[in-house]
């Protein structure tokens, strides 16, 4: 069974950074996509980001490039989000997710990944 637990979250100041930590319990983690979302209070869940399987590409949504970076350590089964001059419009709760499939990358949808962890707030203070 996938398990995903993410990390890191808090309450910081505008302006300010973060760093998420996704720790997953696949065997082959380094076969597949990983990914960020984020879902504020009463909006859709969206794509903030995702990293290939070898961490050779990075995809980003519009909201957050330029202040995001995606990485990860197959050694340790782990996906990173650093986000760097948060905003207010930043705060969610931020999911780490992965396709179901092997080498999938299916885009920004959030159908498209079949394994969700439970979330880590992130709160933005103006």
């Known amino acids: 069974q996938v398990q995903l637990v993410e990390s890191g979250g808090g309450l910081v100041q505008a302006g300010g950074s973060l760093r998420l930590s996704c720790a997953a319990s696949?065997?082959?983690?380094?076969?597949?996509?990983m990914g960020w979302f984020r879902q504020a209070p009463g909006k859709e869940r969206t794509f903030v980001a995702a990293?290939?399987?070898?961490?050779?590409?990075?995809y980003y949504g519009d909201s957050v490039k330029g202040r995001a970076t995606i990485s990860r350590d197959n050694a340790k089964n782990t996906v990173y989000l650093q986000m760097n001059s948060l905003k207010p419009e930043d705060t969610a709760v931020y999911y780490c997710?992965?396709?179901?499939?092997?080498?999938?990358?299916?885009?920004?949808?959030?159908?498209?990944?079949?394994?969700w962890g439970q979330g880590t707030q992130v709160t933005v203070s103006s």
């Open positions: 696949l065997r082959t983690f380094s076969n597949y996509v």
């Open positions: 990293v290939s399987w070898i961490g050779s590409s990075m």
């Open positions: 997710a992965t396709p179901g499939a092997m080498y999938y990358y299916g885009g920004v949808s959030a159908n498209q990944y079949d394994y």
